[in-house]
């Protein structure tokens, strides 16, 4: 089947600014897709080109197969927009942002209120259907957003930043409602700075630095090309010490990255890395093993992490 967005060589400019510099990517339906990244990376202005909200400077988009240059309307009328923002009206209720949220779309108003009332057993807040949205807190505010963003049953749903600011608790109640929804067949193009998220939610995702691509796959694959098996992190309040055990690794033939607050070994072999250090009669005021994750592999490829 065709891809349900296409884009070849995209670009967008805000006068001398390259936010996102001839990129090329494809989504195929029913898949969930994800632009990770820092902040500034370029993910957001690639979202608002795919939700018509911003025109394409340069290159090629089809979404649904048409053009945003032509068909905006016809394809923002299939989308669903979670933005970085929740932009819901705070003086009316839960259940009424969503009933005039769907009138947008002219669906009958029955067709609304049964759609409402669904939406808000899945978000698990049918309970505070009639409080006003004002006091709700950040995860319920948020979980209405999405809610809104499903009304007219979208055949892509963009979800831009969708968990930031949340806690554990209410971010891993939306992975397992954007879960669900990747089940029911919906496509979902996600943008995220959260490494974990990605790897929970997206069959395939691209990193972004700098408004380029730098590379491509699915999570799995990106960890087994870019980076190792396993990570030890090692922290030492002791600069003689560190600077000491340092030599002694890298010698050993393994890759290094000295971060300000920690040291990162790349290794297959974590045990080794630790009985290595321990024989230099060095001990670090922490020691970590843990498997590597798509943050390893953009601090590889980039020489930073996703936070800076």
């Known amino acids: 089947m065709p891809p349900l967005i296409e884009g070849r060589r995209l670009t967008k400019r805000f006068d001398d600014f390259v936010a996102v510099d001839a990129i090329d990517f494809s989504v195929a339906e029913g898949e969930c897709f994800g632009f990770l990244g820092p902040n500034g990376a370029g993910k957001t202005s690639t979202m608002r080109m795919i939700g018509c909200v911003s025109p394409v400077t340069d290159g090629e988009l089809r979404v649904f197969g048409l053009d945003p240059r032509d068909d905006g309307p016809s394809i923002r009328s299939r989308l669903g927009v979670v933005p970085q923002e929740d932009s819901l009206d705070t003086e009316l209720t839960v259940f009424d942002n969503l009933v005039i949220y769907g009138r947008y779309f002219d669906l009958p108003r029955a067709v ?18 009639n409080d006003r949205v004002d006091p709700l807190s950040g995860g319920m505010k948020r979980r209405l957003t ?20 949340l806690d554990p608790q209410a971010r891993h109640l939306l992975w397992e409602r954007f879960y669900q929804l990747k089940r029911q067949g919906v496509t979902t193009v996600l943008t995220t700075h959260y490494m974990e998220e990605a790897e929970q939610l997206c069959d395939r995702l691209v990193i972004m630095d700098g408004g380029h691509i730098v590379a491509e796959g699915s999570p799995r694959e990106l960890v ?12 030492f309040f002791d600069g003689d010490a560190r600077d000491k055990v340092l030599p002694r690794i890298t010698d050993a033939g393994h890759r290094v990255e000295a971060l300000p607050d920690r040291v990162l070994v790349y290794t297959d072999d974590g045990d080794a890395i630790s009985a290595l250090v321990a024989n230099d009669g060095v001990e670090p005021d922490s020691m970590y093993q843990r498997r590597s994750t798509l943050e390893d592999v953009f601090l590889i490829l980039t020489g930073r992490t996703l936070e800076d």
Do not use: C, H, W
């Not at 808000?120 to 259907?129: E, G, I, K, T, Y």
């Open 224 to 235: 087994a090309k870019y980076s190792t098996r396993e990570v030890v992190e090692l922290r």
């Open 146 to 165: 999405i809610a809104r963003a499903l009304v007219n049953q979208p055949d892509l749903l963009l979800l831009d930043e969708p968990t930031t600011g």
């Open 112 to 129: 609304i209120r049964e759609r409402a009332e669904e939406l808000l057993a899945f978000m698990q807040l049918s309970d505070r259907r």
